[in-house]
DNA sequence: CCCTCCATGTAAGTCGTTACATGATTGT
DNA sequence: ACAATCATGTAACGACTTACATGGAGGG
């Protein structure tokens, strides 16, 4: 479901046709809700469908801009504030760690260092892809930057723990 | 293509029916995996079908008990340690924090209180289900431990993330 | 003229959820 | 007896992925 909420959030922020929006996905949102380009137009059509967004305009090459109705912003104002969000909710990392006693401890430790050093690794990325970007005062900007600092604080995060992890893991190997 | 692993996982540690493993979804991998008791059924069919798992033994109510045969345990080997996980990807809060400039900032403000709160909540329960496990030197116990630890952390993470970013845009609020 | 980018659409298949459907065993 | 729990299965539907398929427009 979410990913008609997100195409409206992103419509009404202005008009924009399907290939536009597959550009916000591919760079802004590849991090929060990766959406494929099928996916994109086959929900963009349910939804015009639905009376939640309308065609604009048509252009040149079949491009048809979108733009949202006064249903679609009641539907996304909704969405935003008065349902309840799911959050984390299954994580392939956790599933494997979960299940590590399946393999020698040895070999745990360096599923957790991997974690550790790809945790460290995508932070660096982010951090410089902050520092690169000049955040300008509109809305998309100001929200966009609180996500990236989310992205942040949770490798930050996770680099830590599978640090501590592998040393427990360690220090459990010691005992025996 | 996780579940399967997950089952897989599970069966490693011994055998069990779909009944058994079920209950361990609802309980131990609630917040890190969860599924339903339909589709365990029916991946415990296909895996058994694949020669993954086998059939053990056959019980009363047509239990039936499986355990995880050679092949089994080279696929889960071979998942745990040589493909690479996925991680975060989708995350529901975000994205409607990516979107909150649809609405009033003072009600995007409402949305981030009530983030941090739901993560205060849920750090404390996490605290004290840990603090009334008395951890045994089990692998699941062990490996259970630290993911249970991961949630705390994200928790933390979480609700100190949300409260800054309140902050944020009250700020942001007050500069217009 | 040709390559790149713009631009949309559909089909097949997997994974997951909700709901329906059934029945045996055990403890009170 | 009857309620709770044990125990399995299937059908329909929604969300997402991968692959296939097509063609126009603009720049060098």
């Avoid at 801009?65 to 959050?87: C, F, M, Q, S």
């Amino acid at each position: 479901m979410s990913l008609r909420h997100a195409l409206l959030g992103l419509l009404a922020d202005g008009p924009a046709s399907g290939y536009d929006l597959l550009g916000t996905f591919r760079t802004s949102l590849e991090n929060v809700w990766p959406a494929t380009q099928s996916q994109i137009y086959t929900d963009l059509t349910k939804l015009d469908a639905a009376g939640l967004i309308r065609i604009a305009a048509e252009g040149p090459r079949g491009r048809k801009t979108y733009e949202i109705t006064d249903e679609g912003r009641a539907e996304l104002r909704h969405w935003l504030l008065e349902t309840a969000p799911e959050g984390y909710r299954r994580n392939d990392i956790l599933l494997r760690v979960f299940l590590l006693g399946a393999v020698e401890p040895e070999e745990a430790r360096g599923f957790l260092r991997t974690r550790a050093h790809s945790a460290t690794t995508r932070l660096a990325a982010l951090r410089s892809f902050d520092e690169s970007m000049d955040w300008g005062g509109d809305p998309l900007s100001v929200y966009g930057r609180l996500t990236l600092e989310w992205g942040k604080r949770f490798m930050a995060m996770q680099a830590e723990w599978a640090e501590w992890a592998e040393k427990e893991v360690a220090a459990l190997e010691a005992t025996r």
